[in-house]
């Protein structure tokens, strides 16, 4: 059945690929995007006819705002996709405490923030598909991420605490976590820590976005009702729970 789905993040890397994947799939779908990134949006929006909107997934106010505008023009939204995210790496003992919240605001926050925004709606209409990305470093750790690998892991937890209430109003919350993937962010990584990072993945590869696309689009479908409170890992065997 053809649902509205909302995409933060979702105009570059992993999470244009989720768009394109949810409009095959029959959906209308909406792509946020940082208001920063306004050219990378003009563009996706010429490539693709996808419509776009800009908010700041860190600022509640402007979530419940976006919400309430694309709900107006599309419908209630069905769908709910939080990918947006950012990295602000550094060892802790150097890290600021701007690079701490700025990560745990958007990456973490940004989630509460627009789950928020929509979790009545779903419960009123008793039906709603929230796909949280978080990451193979979330499950694993990662030095020189201690912000981004707690606000991820934070997100497992979030998925989890979500899906019980959600659950007796067809409600399903689950997390999909990426390996290393092959998006402009991973492809700027020196070659040869990136050959590190490739050597000890068992696949022996990068992921494409469309791996980690088809994944979101098995878990927003209306066939998986019964799969709740679930973490998938798309990372080629780096890490297995």
Known sequence: ?????????????????????????????????????????????????????????ADFAACAAGVADVTATHGPIDILVNNAG????AMLHKMTPEQWRAVLDVDLGGCFNMCRAVIESMRERRFGRIINITSVN?????????????????????TKALALEGASRNITVNAVAPGYTNTS?????????????????????????????????????????????????????????
């Open 1 to 57: 059945m053809a649902r509205v789905a909302l995409v933060t993040g979702g105009v570059t890397g992993i999470g244009a690929a989720i768009s394109l994947a949810l409009q095959a799939a029959g959906h209308t779908v909406v792509a946020t995007y940082s208001p920063a990134d306004e050219t990378i949006a003009a563009a996706f929006r010429q490539t693709t006819g996808l419509p776009t909107a800009a908010w700041d997934v």
């Open 86 to 89: 950012i990295t602000r790496d």
């Open 138 to 158: 979330g499950l694993s750790g990662q030095a020189g991420q201690t912000n981004y690998a707690a606000a991820k892991a934070g997100l497992i937890g979030f």
């Open 185 to 241: 962010m991973v492809s700027a990584v020196p070659a040869d820590i990136l050959q590190t990072i490739v050597g000890a993945i068992p696949a022996k590869r990068l992921a494409q976005p469309e791996e980690i696309a088809r994944a979101v689009t098995f878990l927003a479908a209306d066939e998986a009702g019964f799969i709740t409170g679930e973490t998938l890992s798309v990372n080629g065997g780096k890490y297995m729970q």
